[in-house]
Structures are given as C-alpha cells and as structure tokens.
C-alpha cells in the first residue's frame, strides 16, 4: 500500500510540474509535498504512521499538486461547477482549507496518542483542533509574508478571488475539517493505532 501512495505521489508531483499555469505559483503550493515527503520517507522506519494517516497526508499532497498546476482559482473541473452551480468563485481553494484541518487532525491526533500521555477523549480532541486552526494561522501568515515580499506575483497563490474575508474563511474551514475529521474518523483511526507495533523505535 504505501509503495503505492508513494509511486501515485511522485506520478502527480511530476504532472503538475509540467507546464503548470504559473511556474512561482506551482512551486509554493508543491513546497509542502516537497518537505514532507522526503521526512516521511526518512522517518517510516522509526515512526511509521498508520495506513489512514498515510492515505489521507497523499490525498492533501494530490490537492495541494492539483492546485499547483492550474492555481486554486482556475481548477477546470471547479470552473466548470462554478458555471454550474452559478457561484461567485472558483471553489478550488476551499477544498483545499477544508483538507487543511480535515488530514492534519489525523496526523496530529496520531503524534499526539503516541508520543504523549494524553489519551482519547475531550482534551485530546481540543488539543488536535487548536494544533490545526494554529496550523492553518500560520499559513495565512506565510501567504502574507510571500504577498509582502513578491508583490503582485502572490495573487494566484494568495487565490482570494476578491474576497475581503477569504482569510477568516479559510481559517473557518479548515476548523470545521480538524471537527468534522475527529468525529468521523477517530474510531477507525484507534483500530489501526492498535494493530501498530507497541513501541516503534
């Protein structure tokens, strides 16, 4: 399985390198990818995640690829349900904020459970969602210093479509992604916690 993720991580990361819509834009939204993946890679042996957290860190890192490629206010397939639906922007991006809290709960959730005390229930939960909605503030802050530092370049990454409250939306989302994701998957996420090796060295 993780062969796998890993193979269909690289295919999309070479895809969307080639030819994407903005060149800048490609390598901020694939930088994450670019960081991560070869921490995962240099990690699995001492700490390996569990299937669940693997699967969904590749779904966040083909959204953030995908999003790369065509820039998260010009994703043809969200173009097209835009015209669709009649709505006022291309909704790309808040897929993207909602993957933003919905895959690091688990990942946080999983560090947390493993390397401290804490066990399942209300702090663990509060714990994970304030790890996110930090996370995703301080991306707001990395958007702003590359807008600061590169000018008009960081429109298509800052992908706010003209919305004055697109921070705020972003950040709400990707609150309700770390909930909606603790609520939906924690017990699935325990089962797989328990068949790991007891003590990963």
Not at 4 to 22: A, N, R
Not at 88 to 111: C, K, M, T
Not at 144 to 164: I, N, Y
Request: aromatic content about 14%; charged content about 15%.
């Amino acid at each position: 399985m993780l062969l796998g993720l890993l193979s269909l991580t690289l295919v999309v990361l070479v895809w969307s390198g080639i030819g994407p819509k903005d060149r800048f834009v490609w390598f901020l939204e694939v930088l994450p990818v670019l960081i991560a993946l070869p921490l995962l890679l240099l990690t699995w042996r001492r700490f390996p995640f569990t299937p669940l957290a693997y699967a969904l860190m590749t779904l966040h890192a083909v959204i953030l690829m995908v999003g790369g490629h065509y820039t998260y206010a010009e994703m043809p397939l969200f173009d097209w349900l835009r015209e669709l639906l009649d709505l006022s922007r291309n909704h790309y991006d808040r897929l993207g904020h909602v993957a933003q809290g919905f895959i690091p709960a688990i990942v946080a959730r999983e560090i947390l459970l493993r390397r401290s005390p804490l066990r399942p229930g209300k702090w663990l939960f509060f714990l994970v969602t304030s790890v996110c909605l930090a996370f995703s503030a301080f991306y707001e802050m990395i958007e702003w210093w590359v807008a600061v530092a590169s000018g008009d370049d960081a429109v298509a990454f800052l992908a706010t479509q003209g919305d004055v409250w697109d921070t705020q939306w972003d950040m709400f989302l990707a609150l309700l992604g770390a909930l909606s994701s603790q609520l939906l998957l924690s017990r699935w996420h325990d089962r797989q916690l328990a068949a790991l090796p007891r003590n990963p060295t």
